[in-house]
């Protein structure tokens, strides 16, 4: 018995070899508060530049295309996009594409506009925790073969 007491003892104190760890700072915690929602506009060198309107909540992807439809406001951005357009996009998502159906024909857009349309979306697609590697297909009112695109941001 006394042989058996000595084995509970020295696994006892042998322990599993775990040893505590020091408090490990890994920054600030996610808050879920966005200050607002980046769109993508075009500045005068013909690049897109990211644009922060503070709505003081990132929002969903349809609400973040009618405010780039909406435009760029009072600023020295320019958009791509044509300005008459009807603001509602109809945003289907799965975990590999987004498909945004836009409200407007292929002449009313520019390839630098698509961008600007891509990459709010891929934008507001990941500051909302989706993947990086998503990609979006831009659907246009009338059938294109721009529409079978599959499309990324080209601003990293």
């Known amino acids: ?28 915690a996610p808050t879920g508060v966005a200050p607002g929602v980046t769109l993508y506009f ?7 530049e990211p644009d922060l309107r503070p ?18 406001g009072n600023s020295d951005l320019h958009t791509e996009i044509a300005s008459n357009a009807p603001r509602q996009v109809v ?18 857009v520019t390839p630098r506009g698509i961008d600007q349309i891509v990459c ?15 990609k979006v297909q831009v659907h246009f009112t009338l059938t294109t073969p721009e529409s079978d695109k599959l499309r990324t941001c080209p601003v990293r």
Do not use: F, K
Request: charged share 15%; aromatic share 2%.
């Open 1 to 28: 018995m006394n042989r058996l007491w000595l084995a509970v003892a020295a696994l006892l104190l042998a322990g599993c070899g775990v040893h505590p760890s020091g408090v490990t700072d890994a920054g600030d």
């Open 42 to 48: 075009v500045n005068a060198r013909n690049e897109l």
């Open 91 to 108: 945003v289907t998502t799965t975990p590999e594409v987004i498909q945004l159906t836009v409200p407007l024909a292929i002449r009313e």
């Open 55 to 72: 709505t003081e909540r990132l929002g969903s992807i349809s609400e973040a295309m009618s405010l780039l439809l909406t435009g760029p």
């Open 120 to 134: 709010t979306a891929l934008g507001v697609h990941v500051q909302s925790g989706g993947s990086r590697d998503t």
